[in-house]
């Protein structure tokens, strides 16, 4: 699955949707290799971002030395010629991002930094041609620029580095029982193929004589000179790392601001080394303000540059928030909230007087954001990352920023800076400013639901941005979605119209890669699955009683066809699940299919969760049964149960091979997804041992709950406490409901209300079902159904009205992260359409007669 540091990946090609970076508009600025006919006897091919270049005849090798060149988008396009003429004359497959804007993007300091500097990837068929690569290419390449790639060695002084790795896709399952990128071992067994930022060999493979040079010159990079030692790392990046550093001498803590040549490009081009250099004349000209920390100077050690500045005592700003926000630790009343307010305001004032400091000085900060300000033990507030400082006047260097928190791109410095200031402030109050990056006038909706909520007068605050003041078609925009919530009652009918006209603008069944727009995760499994593929989609049409084209149940089958069945991923992210939404939808011999191609190929998951592991394969086996109407002793009920007798032992502290026990709870990610299983089978079998194992199983999930200030239980993940129904209290304790329902547990009943109790949160950061507010609303309402239209429930559901956007007759949900809108289950506009339709009054006509929650979400 795409981790969260690749999320930006996925906002390169669309601005309302997470899409797939193959799709960014760069045509105007292809290289002609990538636009003209391939040489004779070469075939071209395309994944992402990148071209490659392979001769028609012959087996690329499985693996080997490749040999990386990075290039500056100055140099690109005759590095990209000098290099293709010495593959192309070798016969040695190569590829290459595709465009000048394709580099840049890979080069910008969110990205990834362990793929960072890479614009050509050379795949050589043995070491002696690799080495002749090598050579002919450090010769030809040298005196050209290109920032170091990290996780390779660098042959010379060229752009050229390398690393043993594999050239093709291969698969295992790493020691967390994560599907990783694999290389083939001497014995045969495909291990993981490490991709860090440091460079390694496998153990059995030998460094080439001709590298070891190289190998040393490496291990010989570094200045003893330089005074300081590095205690700690607080922050790593595209651009360099941030750390916190002691002077060997005198003891002195400073920080330590890393630039690496070439990298971290901005969108003026400019390199994290530029930045850094900036930033130590902005600090240099702002010496003696208290809101700047000092500056000790500039040092470069081997090719890294580092501004040697203060270390200031405190927590970001973020941090504080995080800790002090009062809405999530059950302050009610305005006076309970009256602390929070006055520390909001101080904050406020502080900012306000630092960023007039540095205005006075002839500058703006430009990059004003809650990570960026760090906060005193006394209160007093200090600005850092000068990257983006420049004269008041400067309209050319762009402006940075969170999103949501940036002012427009060319807006003055002293407006740019009272924008962020703004931002600030109302993040402080309301945590969810991505929203005003995907619809502007959702920053005025914000500000009016938290002057109301906080008791705030109309001059309370900094004073709102001119801008703010037009925006007529984005404010038209923010009104229909209002409308909605604001009346007497919801519009539970305009909600569901606008979801569904929401999906059905979205469906896209000309595209192989996905049916519906969703988080990025669907692109890892083909788009068909159940948390953030079609699958998901369609079930929630099909369960809310909307129409399935037949169109995208067939869509739904061919991708599913087509994907790894030696990756089965459970019931929410495998074949599995995908399987058996096909049989819910009448196409069971499809779905059987399904099932057969999964469990001849797939080896036995790794996890013993719901969301990709081996309860996740049973409970679907169960529901895949029930569904295509075969006998209830049959192969997948057997299944069903050798799964249980391994999760209850596995529970009951013995090793089963394989398989380990999830390191937190929660319906999707804890063990109560085993216990639901244990439940079913009981149901279906009688046999007493399942109810003990189920009882285990919840036992366990709830030594992961802890009491909370506001008297709720929650389940403790390091420094987060989570209600979530994937991972979280809430989806304990709807399986510990379902277990009381059917056997009396003091212990058990007494933990639904407390869980139940913070489900109708006033505040949730995203609004989807599996991470956010639809899920905890509905949670609220089984948990305690004497609530479920009362107004705690209510007004939960009312303020989804931040997160939703309008688009003429449709409403777009922003997915996780809230960066780019989704439809999909977890997180999008299915999930809040099964949620909301659980919720909503008269659902089926009787509700004591609808499916409970907890078989909506399990597919029941």
């Known amino acids: 699955m795409p981790r969260i540091q690749e999320t930006p990946l996925y906002c390169l090609a669309d601005r309302t949707y997470y899409d797939v970076p193959a799709r960014l508009p760069d045509e105007e600025s292809r290289y002609p290799l990538d636009t003209q006919p391939p040489p004779p006897g070469w075939r071209r091919g395309t994944a992402g971002l990148w071209t490659s270049l392979v001769p028609e005849h012959g087996e690329p090798a ?263 926000f009062a809405l999530v630790r059950g302050a009610v009343t305005a006076e309970e909230l009256a602390p929070y307010v006055a520390w909001t305001d101080a904050v406020a004032g502080e900012l306000s007087r630092a960023l007039d400091a540095i205005h006075a000085r002839g500058l703006r900060f430009g990059d004003l954001h809650p990570s960026n300000i760090i906060v005193r033990p006394d209160g007093r507030v200090v600005l850092v990352d000068f990257e983006y400082a420049t004269a008041l006047d400067d309209v050319d260097t762009p402006l940075a920023g969170g999103q949501g928190l940036q002012a427009p791109q060319g807006t003055p ?57 037009g925006l007529d078609a984005s404010r038209r925009r923010e009104a229909q979605v209002s409308a909605l919530f604001e009346g007497v009652d919801v519009d539970w009918a305009g909600i569901r119209a606008g979801l569904l006209a929401g999906i059905h603008a979205g469906a896209t069944p000309g595209r192989a890669d996905r049916l519906f727009p969703g988080s990025p995760g669907l692109f890892a499994t083909g788009g068909s699955d159940l948390a953030n593929g079609a699958a998901g989609v369609l079930y929630a049409l099909h369960r809310t009683g909307a129409p399935v084209p037949d169109e995208w149940t067939d869509w739904l089958a061919a991708a599913a066809s087509r994907r790894d069945p030696a990756d089965p991923g459970g019931l929410f992210e495998g074949l599995p699940g995908t399987a058996l939404v096909l049989c819910l939808l009448g196409r069971t011999g499809q779905g059987r299919e399904l099932w057969d191609r999964a469990l001849s190929a797939a080896p036995p998951a790794a996890s013993a969760d719901l969301l990709t592991g081996r309860a996740g394969i049973a409970l679907a086996a169960l529901r895949t049964a029930r569904a295509c109407g075969t006998a209830p002793d049959g192969p997948l009920t057997d299944l069903a149960l050798s799964t249980a007798r391994d999760l209850d032992r596995l529970v009951r502290g013995e090793p089963v091979d394989g398989l380990r026990l999830p390191e937190s709870a929660g319906l999707l990610h804890g063990l109560s997804g085993a216990a639901l299983l244990h439940l079913e089978l009981h149901a279906l079998t009688g046999e007493a041992w399942l109810l003990r194992a189920a009882r285990a199983a919840l036992e366990r999930e709830a030594g992961h709950l802890v009491p909370m200030q506001d008297g709720t239980l929650q389940v403790k993940d390091g420094r987060r406490h989570l209600l979530y129904l994937d991972q979280g209290s809430s989806g304990v304790a709807l399986v510990a409901q379902a277990y009381t329902a059917r056997h009396e547990d003091a212990a058990l009943s007494a933990l639904i209300p407390r869980v139940g109790k913070g489900c109708a949160m006033e505040f949730v950061r995203e609004p989807g079902l599996f991470t956010g507010r639809a899920g905890l609303v509905a949670a609220a309402g089984q948990l305690d159904p004497a609530t479920r239209t009362g107004p705690g429930v209510l007004a939960s559901v009312r303020n989804l009205s931040w997160h939703l956007i309008a688009q003429e007759d449709r409403l777009l949900v922003p997915g996780a992260t809230l ?36 078989e909506l979400l399990t597919l029941g």
């Not at 690799?130 to 042959?155: C, K, M, N, Q």
């Not at 800076?417 to 005003?436: F, G, I, S």
């Not at 920053?443 to 004073?463: H, K, N």
């Not at 999008?828 to 409970?852: I, Q, V």
């Open 819 to 854: 960066r780019r809108c989704s439809a999909d289950l977890a997180t999008g506009a299915a999930g809040l359409l099964l949620g909301l339709d659980f919720l909503s009054p008269g659902r089926d006509g009787a509700r004591g007669t609808a499916p409970g929650l907890l």
């Open 62 to 324: 499985e693996q080997g030395w490749k040999i990386h060149v990075s290039t500056v988008p100055e140099e690109a396009e005759k590095t990209l010629r000098d290099t293709a003429d010495i593959c192309l004359s070798h016969g040695v497959p190569f590829k290459f991002l595709r465009s000048a804007r394709a580099l840049r993007l890979m080069a910008d300091k969110h990205m990834n930094r362990s793929g960072a500097g890479k614009f050509i990837a050379v795949y050589p068929p043995d070491e002696t041609v690799f080495l002749t690569l090598a050579d002919e290419l450090t010769h030809a390449l040298a005196g050209r620029r290109g920032p170091y790639v990290l996780s390779d060695l660098r042959i010379g002084d060229a752009p050229v580095y390398t690393r043993y790795g594999a050239y093709l896709p291969r698969w295992c399952t790493d020691a967390e029982g994560r599907r990783v990128p694999a290389l083939r071992a001497p014995s045969g067994e495909l291990v993981p193929d490490e991709r860090g930022v440091v460079f390694r060999v496998p153990e059995w493979v030998e460094v080439p004589p001709a590298l070891r040079p190289h190998l040393a010159a490496r291990a010989a990079a570094r200045d003893d000179t330089f005074p300081y030692t590095v205690v700690e790392a607080l922050q790593f990046s595209n651009a360099g790392g941030i750390y916190l550093a002691r002077h060997r001498e005198t003891g002195q803590r400073v920080v330590l601001r890393e630039a690496r040549p070439h990298s971290g490009l901005d969108a003026s081009g400019d390199d994290a080394v530029t930045r850094l250099h900036r930033e130590h004349r902005a600090l240099t000209a702002l010496a003696g303000l208290e809101c700047v920390p000092e500056v000790y100077g500039v040092r470069t050690v081997w090719e890294h540059h580092f501004l040697i500045e203060e270390h200031i005592e405190g927590n970001t700003l973020l941090d504080e928030i995080v800790a002090r």
């Open 413 to 469: 410095g002293a407006e740019a800076d009272a924008y962020a200031l703004w931002a600030t402030w109302l993040t402080m109050l309301m945590p969810v400013m991505e929203m005003a990056g995907l619809e502007r006038a959702k920053a005025l909706t914000l500000e009016r639901w938290a002057r109301r909520r906080y008791g705030l007068a109309a001059d309370a605050g900094p004073r709102r941005p001119a801008l703010l003041h």
